[in-house]
């Protein structure tokens, strides 16, 4: 697996546990790496997963009004842990990181969806974050 796809993996894990908790991002972040072993911690993927992580927590409340506004008859709320962290992570490489094509985020999403969640979350996610990517593109 890509170093870049195992970061999205784990930002995924980690977005969801300040979801349920509500806790610290910082403290869930240096928490997370503390239960990783030394394989699954390159310098690398620490980087590109705190550049994410940190991100997608940052811009959250911009990313969620987003994500409500194209998700017709769906409350961010009501919709899934899983998949309503996919697509925040997914909008936040969109709105916010200018070195990952639109195509690449959208894929990653929706990989992430089909992996994670249930059989249909693929194309929700896909719907959402395509959307989102017309509008930027305008």
Known sequence: MRKRTKAREYVLQM????DITRG????????FWESKDDEDSS?????????LFKGTVEHSQEIDKK?????????????????RN???????????????????????AVELAKKYSGSESGKFVNA??????IEKEK
Do not use: T
Not at 70 to 82: D, G, H, K, S, T
Not at 87 to 106: H, Q, T
Not at 128 to 133: E, M, N, R
């Open 24 to 31: 610290g991002w910082q403290e869930i972040f240096e928490n």
């Open 86 to 108: 996919i697509m925040r992570l997914g909008c936040f490489e969109l709105l916010f990181r200018e070195d990952i094509p639109p195509k690449v985020a959208i894929n990653e």
């Open 15 to 18: 977005l969801y546990q300040v």
């Open 43 to 51: 310098e690398e993927l620490k980087d590109f997963s705190a550049q």
């Open 67 to 83: 994500i409500s506004l194209y998700a017709a008859n769906w409350q961010l709320e009501r919709m899934a842990f899983v998949d």
């Open 128 to 133: 959402i974050l395509d959307k989102i990517k």
